[in-house]
Structures are given as C-alpha cells and as structure tokens.
C-alpha cells in the first residue's frame, strides 16, 4: 500500500461575493511510496502549492480524498487537525520560519513540546539527528546569528525530530544561494537514503533533478512525470528540463 494517496483531487475557490469560479486543481492521482523522494514542478499558478495545502491538510479539497498511510485526511476532526499535522508531517518552508526569540535548539524542540514530551526524550531525539545534520555547534545560538543555509539545517531538524511519516517541502532553496542550495539538496538526499519519505515542491530544476520521480503539473492537472531511475543528477535535469519546455511550450508530453 502506498504511504500517500491523491484521488481525484479537485479544487475551486470562489471569487469574492460569489461570483465566478476558479478551478486550481483538477481531477489530481497519484501515489508516494514509502521512502521515495517525489519533486512537483509546474508553472506559477499551475497549483502545486494549492495541491500542496491540500496535502498538508492545510487546506481542503473540493472534491476527492487524500489518504496518509490508510488514513483518510478528510475524516480527521477540525479539532484534531493540528495535532494530525505534527505527529505525521514535517515541513520545511523556503522562509525557514524559526522564532528569533527561540534558541535553534528550542526551535527544533518545539513540535515535541506542544506534543508533550518529556524533556529527555526531546533530547535523545535531538542528539540523534544533530550530528547528522551538522548542527551541533549551532543548537544555543538563535536564528539571527547563524546563516540562511544554517537556519534552513535546523528547519529540517525539526521536521525530522517528530519523526514524520512524510516531509513536505515548499520551495526549500528559495531563498538560499547555491552554495547553501547545494548543501541542503544533499542534506535531503541523505535523510532519504537514510528511509525518510519527501515531498517537495519546488521552481529549481536543480533540486528537482535530486528526486526519484518529478511530477509535472500543467493548469491543475498532472501533466507529465519522470523516473530518475539509474540517470545521474546531470542526466536528470537535462530531462527535466526538456519537459519544463515543453510545457513552455504548450505541446504534449
């Protein structure tokens, strides 16, 4: 069985007053297996974020069903839905969104504080994956003092420290250069040979060359996708750059 399921997704949003319609998501499947590494790219507009929202249960759809490990999304209480999110989704946003009141480790600790951890288990955790991530001399310093790509680190940490069934990703390396792009596209890659399934959503056909499947959306609608397979990263972005021309383009895949 697949870790997450798409079916059917459609979303329209109304205008103010209800007026006309917009449909930013249109008849969406597919599937992510568990421990895959899934890049979704289109165009501005094309509703990668909006199918994003979706699947984070940040948003819901208008019609069809996402399911998380057997587990139907829309079945999920209202008041229970932030709980949902923190024991079953990580994320990383591209504006890293840490509070610079917090140290980076009370930072990453914060999911599992709002859970209720104990502090030793907080810890355990946290000595587990710092090293891994080579952030272990950053932990008391706070998120003004350390750079972009540090901060990004330490956003990964605390996606990884609930121990989530899946990452989703948007647009990790917006705003980081490609020096600090380059680091945490490896920082990726590794925690997902380590097992850890990741979604990311992203304009970079550099950090989409990264993944094992790249799905393209074209207007709402899955347009094309490709397998990585045994191609290099240089092979895979060369692919995927012919197809983002093609959508360019207007032609079929």
């Not at 310093?141 to 899946?166: D, H």
């Amino acid at each position: 069985m697949s870790l997450l399921e798409a079916k059917n997704i459609r979303k329209v949003y109304k205008t103010r007053f209800g007026g006309a319609s917009v449909e930013a998501l249109k008849n969406v499947s597919f599937t992510v297996e568990n421990g895959e590494y899934v890049a979704i790219m289109g165009e501005s507009g094309s509703g990668k974020t909006t199918l994003l929202n979706i699947l984070a249960a940040l948003d819901k759809a208008t019609e069809g069903t996402v399911i998380l490990d057997g587990m139907d999304l829309s079945k999920v209480k209202e008041k229970n839905v932030a709980q949902f999110r923190r024991d079953n989704l990580g994320f990383v946003f591209q504006e890293f969104n840490l509070l610079d009141t917090f140290s980076i480790e009370d930072n990453i600790y914060l999911p599992l504080v709002l859970a209720g951890k104990k502090h030793s288990e907080m810890k355990e955790r946290l000595d587990n994956i710092s090293g891994t991530l080579g952030i272990s001399d950053l932990l008391k310093k706070y998120p003004y003092e350390v750079s972009g790509g540090q901060k990004q680190r330490a956003a990964v940490a605390r996606a990884l420290i609930t121990n989530p069934r899946i990452i989703l990703a948007d647009e990790p390396t917006g705003a980081l250069d490609s020096k600090s792009s380059d680091e945490l596209l490896a920082l990726f890659k590794k925690v997902n040979q380590m097992g850890q399934t990741v979604l990311m959503v992203t304009h970079s056909t550099k950090a989409a060359s990264n993944a094992s499947r790249v799905l393209f959306i074209k207007d709402g609608t899955i347009f094309h996708q490709i397998y990585k397979g045994e191609s290099t990263d240089r092979q895979m972005y060369q692919k995927i750059s012919d197809t983002l021309t093609l959508l360019a383009q207007g032609g079929d895949k």
